[in-house]
């Protein structure tokens, strides 16, 4: 008989495996980029970016009352066009997955390095090897570690924001050195911050009644980050104007140390370091999964399916997981690699909006415990807001960053 995974998880430690993976290394690394770019406006690139998240998030949120297994956005597919679009697209969640680790281990050792001189490449290696043990290990001692980490992070932002209140109202808050068009292009940077609340899909499979917990799950972690978000935005270029922060190569750690000195900096960027492995921790445990429930559905070798009988984790698909993102960290470019992340991204995106709009119309009368409102008759305009959105920002990424 096939083992299955262990169903410990509760809305409060998934709600905080959603918050925890997008409050990581997108904040604390690209805000002093992107604030090059739409200037004091960076804000607004998080609105925008809140904007597609949370449409997405509400297909997300009624597709999963819909389907109960680990593979998400594979059974989404499959049920709305077929099981080759499905496969395909599984194919490009996992990849996004990979590189997504990838690259926040690079940018974990980047902070690693600058405080103990280390080389960077070797460290990034390093946490993949070890977070992949501890995925193996057990998924609720990787949702303790998740816990810990994404307090500590989010105290990072807090002390951010805490510090930017007396600054508020001394820059315009509308300078777009680059006009709106740099806000688009910061949106399609920053967007990489937002990676997460999809991956809280993929831990249905060790999630208590997860019909109901999944869509709360989604939609507290969206509306938690995005809040956190945009005030930092706020006190950021408050405390530091959009020039200096984009000269930056550690913003937020520049941002405390302009009001506590040289000491607040070292602990900015120890939180990064939290922040960063807690992001990578987070996408192998959910990649593996993803790749589990694809095999469990026969989209991928059977064997990648295999459950270790002691800590009933998917060891296969944790270790194959482990070895890719290996390949990937070797190419050493942060900026590509979190480029073909974001790309995936919204690919998927797109494709997970127009499965709510087909599947309103294909399985009308099939259970839903949570339904997108705003409709017109049976088709939804949130879950078509959301598709514009990812089909125009999947261009904007083409045309402009490769």
């Not at 998080?46 to 956005?73: H, N, P």
Request: charged share 15%.
């Amino acid at each position: 008989m096939a083992e299955k995974l262990k169903k410990e998880l509760g809305l409060f430690e998934v709600t905080l495996a959603g918050i925890g993976v997008i409050l990581g290394a997108g904040i604390y690394a690209l805000i002093g980029i992107a604030s090059g770019i739409a200037g004091n406006a960076i804000w607004l690139a998080f609105v925008i970016g809140a904007v597609i998240a949370l449409l997405t998030g509400l297909s997300y949120a009624e597709l999963s009352s819909m389907f109960k297994r680990d593979a998400g956005e594979y059974n989404y597919v499959e049920n709305a066009f077929n099981k080759k679009m499905a496969l395909y697209l599984g194919l490009v969640i996992v990849f996004a997955g990979i590189v997504t680790a990838a690259a926040v281990s690079l940018g974990f050792a980047n902070y690693f390095s600058a405080l103990f001189k280390t080389p960077v490449i070797y460290i990034a290696i390093l946490l993949t090897l070890l977070l992949s043990l501890l995925n193996y290990y057990s998924i609720k001692e990787s949702s303790w570690f998740n816990n810990i980490a994404t307090v500590i992070e989010s105290l990072g932002l807090i002390i951010i924001i805490i510090l930017g209140i007396k600054f508020i109202g001394k820059v315009d808050y509308f300078e777009m050195p680059h006009g709106f068009n740099g806000v688009l292009q910061a949106t399609a940077l920053i967007f990489f911050a937002f990676l997460g609340f999809d991956n809280i899909i993929k831990l249905a499979e060790e999630t208590k009644d997860p019909q109901k917990t999944i869509p709360k799950a989604v939609m507290l972690s969206i509306i938690i980050s995005s809040i956190i978000y945009i005030l930092v935005a706020i006190s950021a270029v408050s405390i530091l104007g959009w020039q200096s922060l984009s000269a930056s190569k550690a913003p937020l750690a520049d941002v405390a140390a302009s009001s506590f000195g040289g000491i607040a900096f070292v602990v900015l960027a120890i939180i990064a370091l939290f922040s960063t492995s807690n992001t990578v921790l987070v996408s192998l445990v959910t990649t593996s999964r993803m790749a589990y429930g694809m095999a469990e559905e026969k989209g991928l070798p059977k064997f990648i399916s295999l459950v270790d009988k002691k800590t009933r984790t998917p060891w296969v698909a944790i270790f194959l997981i482990m070895i890719v993102t290996v390949l990937f960290i070797l190419i050493g470019d942060i900026k590509f690699v979190a480029g073909l992340a974001n790309l995936g991204l919204f690919i998927t995106f797109t494709f997970v909006n127009l499965s709510l709009i087909i599947l309103r119309y294909k399985k009308p009368y099939m259970e839903r415990k949570f339904k997108v409102p705003l409709n017109i008759s049976k088709f939804n305009i949130p879950a078509f807001l959301g598709f514009l959105f990812c089909l125009f920002m999947t261009y904007y990424i083409i045309a402009n960053y490769f």
